[in-house]
C-alpha cells in the first residue's frame, strides 16, 4: 500500500502522460475473403503492406518509446512496416512480440467463412461473440489476457522517463473490439473521456487506429484510472485508397 501511494505521488508530481496507440493489423487474403482467422497466420496482402506503409508515413513524427505487437504475423509485419516510417526511441529495444495481443482464438472454426460462425451462434441461441466454438477461446478468456497486458501499460505509465511518451500496440480487431467493452464495463476501474460507444459496436478497418491517454491520477480519486480518447478505429490515412474498411476478421 506504501509503494502504490508513492507511485501516485511521484506521477501526480510529474504530471505523466502515457500515449497508446492501438492499430489493427493491415488487409490479409482472409479478410477479403471473409474467412474467420483467428489465432491462423495469415499474410498481408499488397494492399494490407500499403496500408501499413500509409499509416506510417502519416504518423511519421511521432516518437515512440516501445512498441508491442502481437506474436501473429499479419500484426507484427504491420508493425515493422509502421516502424519503418515512424521513429522508436531505442531501436535496439525492437517490438516486443506479445502473446496477450492475439486475436480472439476460434478452434475448429478457424479458415471457415465468418456466416459459418454466425450461423453456428444463432443455431445456439447466442451471438457470435458470446459463442464458443469447440477449441476455441471464451470472452473472458480472452480479457483476462487484455486485462493483464493493460494492467502492465498501466504500471508503466506511473514509471515514464520523461513526462509525455508514446507506445505503438499492433494487434487485431477482435482484440481491439473486446479490449474497448472491457473498458466501458468497468467503470469502477476506468474513467472514459471522449468515449463514442457507438463506434466500438462497428468494425475497425485495417489498420485503424485508436488512440488512448492514460491521464495522472486524480489526487480526489486513486481507485479510477482516468482514460482520454482521441481516436477510435480511425481509417482517415486511408482516404486516398480504394477500400478503407476491408471485410472483417472477427464478427464480435
Same mark, same amino acid.
Given at each position: 500500500?506504501?509503494?502504490?501511494?508513492?507511485? &501516485?505521488?511521484?506521477?501526480?508530481?510529474?504530471?505523466?502522460?502515457?500515449? &497508446?496507440?492501438?492499430?489493427?493489423? $493491415?488487409?490479409?487474403?482472409? *479478410? =477479403? #475473403? $471473409?474467412?474467420?482467422?483467428?489465432?491462423? +497466420?495469415?499474410?498481408?496482402?499488397?494492399?494490407?503492406?500499403?496500408?501499413?506503409?500509409?499509416?506510417?508515413?502519416?504518423?511519421?513524427? #511521432?516518437?515512440?518509446?516501445?512498441?508491442?505487437?502481437?506474436?501473429?504475423?499479419?500484426?507484427?509485419?504491420? %508493425?515493422?512496416?509502421?516502424?519503418?516510417?515512424?521513429?522508436?526511441?531505442?531501436?535496439?529495444?525492437?517490438?516486443?512480440?506479445?502473446?496477450?495481443?492475439?486475436?480472439?482464438?476460434?478452434?475448429?472454426?478457424?479458415?471457415?467463412?465468418?456466416?459459418?460462425? @454466425?450461423?453456428?451462434?444463432?443455431?445456439?441461441?447466442?451471438?457470435?461473440?458470446?459463442?464458443?466454438?469447440?477449441?476455441?477461446?471464451?470472452?473472458?478468456?480472452?480479457?483476462?489476457?487484455?486485462?493483464?497486458?493493460?494492467? /502492465?501499460?498501466? +504500471?508503466?505509465? *506511473? #514509471?515514464?522517463?520523461?513526462?509525455?511518451?508514446?507506445?505503438?500496440?499492433?494487434?487485431? $480487431?477482435?482484440?481491439?473490439? @473486446?479490449?474497448?467493452?472491457?473498458? /466501458?464495463?468497468?467503470?469502477?476501474?476506468?474513467?472514459? %473521456?471522449?468515449?463514442?460507444?457507438?463506434?466500438?459496436?462497428?468494425?475497425?478497418? +485495417?489498420?485503424? =487506429?485508436?488512440? @488512448?491517454? @492514460?491521464?495522472?491520477?486524480?489526487?480526489?480519486?486513486?481507485?479510477?484510472?482516468? &482514460?482520454?480518447?482521441?481516436?477510435?478505429?480511425?481509417?482517415?490515412?486511408?482516404?486516398?485508397?480504394?477500400?478503407? =474498411?476491408?471485410?472483417?476478421?472477427?464478427?464480435?
Amino acid at each position: 500500500m506504501i509503494l502504490q501511494t508513492k507511485l &501516485l505521488n511521484t506521477q501526480k508530481m510529474r504530471n505523466l502522460i502515457l500515449n &497508446l496507440t492501438f492499430v489493427r493489423h $493491415g488487409e490479409t487474403i482472409h *479478410n =477479403v #475473403n $471473409g474467412y474467420l482467422q483467428g489465432q491462423t +497466420n495469415a499474410q498481408l496482402t499488397e494492399m494490407g503492406k500499403s496500408q501499413a506503409h500509409i499509416l506510417g508515413k502519416h504518423i511519421s513524427s #511521432n516518437v515512440f518509446t516501445r512498441a508491442y505487437s502481437s506474436d501473429l504475423t499479419r500484426a507484427a509485419d504491420t %508493425a515493422e512496416a509502421i516502424l519503418s516510417h515512424s521513429r522508436i526511441r531505442k531501436p535496439s529495444a525492437g517490438i516486443v512480440l506479445d502473446k496477450r495481443l492475439r486475436e480472439r482464438g476460434y478452434g475448429v472454426m478457424e479458415g471457415q467463412p465468418v456466416p459459418l460462425l @454466425i450461423e453456428e451462434a444463432k443455431r445456439h441461441g447466442l451471438k457470435p461473440i458470446d459463442f464458443t466454438p469447440e477449441g476455441g477461446e471464451t470472452m473472458s478468456q480472452v480479457q483476462e489476457r487484455i486485462k493483464l497486458f493493460f494492467q /502492465d501499460m498501466c +504500471n508503466l505509465a *506511473n #514509471n515514464l522517463e520523461n513526462e509525455e511518451e508514446d507506445f505503438l500496440v499492433v494487434t487485431h $480487431g477482435g482484440w481491439l473490439k @473486446i479490449f474497448l467493452i472491457y473498458l /466501458d464495463s468497468n467503470p469502477q476501474l476506468f474513467s472514459l %473521456a471522449n468515449f463514442d460507444k457507438s463506434k466500438v459496436l462497428g468494425i475497425c478497418g +485495417n489498420t485503424g =487506429v485508436t488512440r @488512448i491517454q @492514460i491521464l495522472p491520477w486524480l489526487e480526489t480519486d486513486s481507485s479510477c484510472r482516468r &482514460l482520454q480518447f482521441l481516436s477510435i478505429y480511425d481509417t482517415s490515412h486511408l482516404k486516398s485508397t480504394e477500400k478503407t =474498411v476491408p471485410t472483417y476478421e472477427s464478427p464480435t
